[in-house]
């Protein structure tokens, strides 16, 4: 193969990229995969605490649904690659997989390394390129296909298949390049913003509880301008020395960075949504009836983690010593409400730096959802972050990744 020369040019090593080269290469495409970094797959290795939550243990329903309005877009995307199919591709290149109490599926060795690696060895197998190293500097449109240029020189492609990705964690290459090729070719970018990113808080109770984790809290995110909440979402939580953090805050951060200049941003916090303010209330009474002389800070500390506890109750203007049957109808209420309907005043998130993955990116309307090709531009594929297509925490966007670029790759 001339190296000037090829059919499928595959712009970036990500898990669209990746597998996108690999399934082309495999339908005996010549592919020459470009990645600006010495290493592939430099999301995948730190995703998941680096150990790549693969997919969600559901069926293309649920995947579809988690996306939202966005999620039909998904339809051919995963009749060609479901989360089943993905599990079995990963199943035979080796990498053994569990199902976590969340739907999360992990590679079983916790080692987001075993997943990079199985989609290089499968690139290899089929004889795709990759040239690590090798920043792209400009795409353009040509009679014949594409002429790509690199550090290097230039490449001829009778194909693009562009797999940049967002621009979350930039620290791993991922810094927006994409964005601008596809607008130079005609594409219409919905200006990319931060999402499933943790969020700042300037209160200094909140930081004085950080590494203090709760299973499960529903989050509303509520703004000054707004009766309704514009986000819910329910799971673990983690207070930081910043803010919030974990799936339950960082899910529901969208509705914040659609409009982060908005003021009033608040996180309205039920600790315990298992249990009900009336049961709540009733437990409160019969323990003033049968241990009454009990802190009413023992009692908290036995729902929620003592640290919390305590906060809570300084936030609800009782004293930690105060005793059960002391409480007043009034303070029970407060106590109540501290608990189910805290709110957690917000300034804003931390932004792209932070973020695991990019709301916005190239305007779904402009790609042909049956094949990935822009439907501007013949011989352009688009697949995995670069498009306005942002799912919740859980395995999603790498589902999501993983099977545009599967189709991309099935259709160059």
């Keep these: 193969m001339s190296p000037t020369d090829c059919d499928v040019a595959v712009i970036g090593a990500g898990a669209a990229g990746m597998l996108a080269a690999a399934r082309a290469a495999e339908r005996g495409r010549r592919v020459v995969l470009l990645e600006k970094n010495r290493k592939a797959g430099v999301k995948i290795l730190m995703s998941g605490g680096t150990r790549c939550n693969i997919t969600q243990a559901t069926d293309r329903r649920g995947i579809v649904a988690a996306f939202g309005p966005q999620g039909s877009f998904l339809h051919s995307a995963l009749a060609a690659l479901g989360p089943d199919e993905l599990i079995a591709l990963f199943h035979a290149e080796g990498v053994a997989t569990k199902v976590e109490a969340t739907g999360k599926v992990f590679p079983v060795s916790d080692r987001a390394i075993d997943v990079r690696d199985a989609l290089l060895k499968m690139m290899q197998r089929f004889g795709a390129e990759l040239r690590l190293g090798e920043a792209v500097e400009d795409i353009s449109r040509h009679d014949t296909g594409f002429v790509i240029r690199t550090e290097n020189g230039e490449l001829t492609a009778e194909k693009v298949i562009l797999t940049t990705g967002g621009q979350s964690y930039p620290g791993c290459g991922t810094t927006g390049d994409g964005y601008v090729w596809a607008k130079q070719l005609g594409h219409t970018i919905v200006p990319p913003r931060p999402a499933l990113v943790p969020l700042r808080s300037p209160a200094t109770w909140v930081h004085e509880l950080s590494g203090v984790t709760i299973p499960d809290v529903r989050v509303q995110i509520v703004g000054r301008e707004s009766a309704k909440p514009l986000a819910e979402r329910r799971g673990s939580f983690l207070f930081t020395h910043f803010?919030?953090?974990?799936?339950?805050?960082?899910?529901?951060?969208?509705?914040?960075?659609?409009?982060?200049?908005?003021?009033?941003?608040?996180?309205?916090?039920?600790?315990?949504?298992?249990?009900?303010?009336?049961?709540?209330?009733?437990?409160?009474?019969?323990?003033?009836?049968?241990?009454?002389?009990?802190?009413?800070?023992?009692?908290?500390?036995?729902?929620?983690?003592?640290?919390?506890?305590?906060?809570?109750?300084?936030?609800?203007?009782?004293?930690?010593?105060?005793?059960?049957?002391?409480?007043?109808?009034?303070?029970?209420?407060?106590?109540?409400?501290?608990?189910?309907?805290?709110?957690?005043?917000?300034?804003?998130?931390?932004?792209?730096?932070?973020?695991?993955?990019?709301?916005?990116?190239?305007?779904?309307?402009?790609?042909?959802?049956?094949?990935?090709?822009?439907?501007?531009?013949?011989?352009?594929?688009?697949?995995?972050?670069?498009?306005?297509?942002?799912?919740?925490?859980?395995?999603?966007?790498?589902?999501?990744?993983?099977?545009?670029?599967?189709?991309?790759?099935?259709?160059?």
């Design 243 to 412: 803010g919030l953090s974990g799936p339950a805050p960082m899910d529901a951060s969208r509705a914040i960075t659609a409009n982060p200049d908005a003021p009033g941003w608040q996180a309205v916090c039920d600790f315990l949504p298992t249990s009900s303010r009336e049961a709540l209330l009733e437990t409160i009474a019969k323990e003033a009836t049968v241990n009454g002389k009990r802190a009413i800070s023992a009692l908290v500390s036995e729902w929620l983690p003592r640290r919390l506890a305590e906060a809570l109750l300084a936030e609800a203007g009782i004293a930690l010593d105060h005793r059960v049957a002391e409480l007043g109808k009034q303070q029970r209420n407060k106590l109540i409400d501290a608990i189910k309907r805290q709110a957690i005043p917000l300034s804003g998130s931390l932004g792209f730096k932070k973020a695991e993955v990019t709301a916005g990116g190239v305007a779904l309307a402009e790609v042909d959802s049956r094949s990935m090709q822009s439907k501007l531009v013949p011989g352009l594929y688009l697949a995995g972050e670069i498009l306005d297509l942002d799912g919740p925490i859980g395995g999603y966007n790498f589902q999501a990744a993983f099977s545009t670029g599967w189709l991309a790759g099935e259709s160059v």
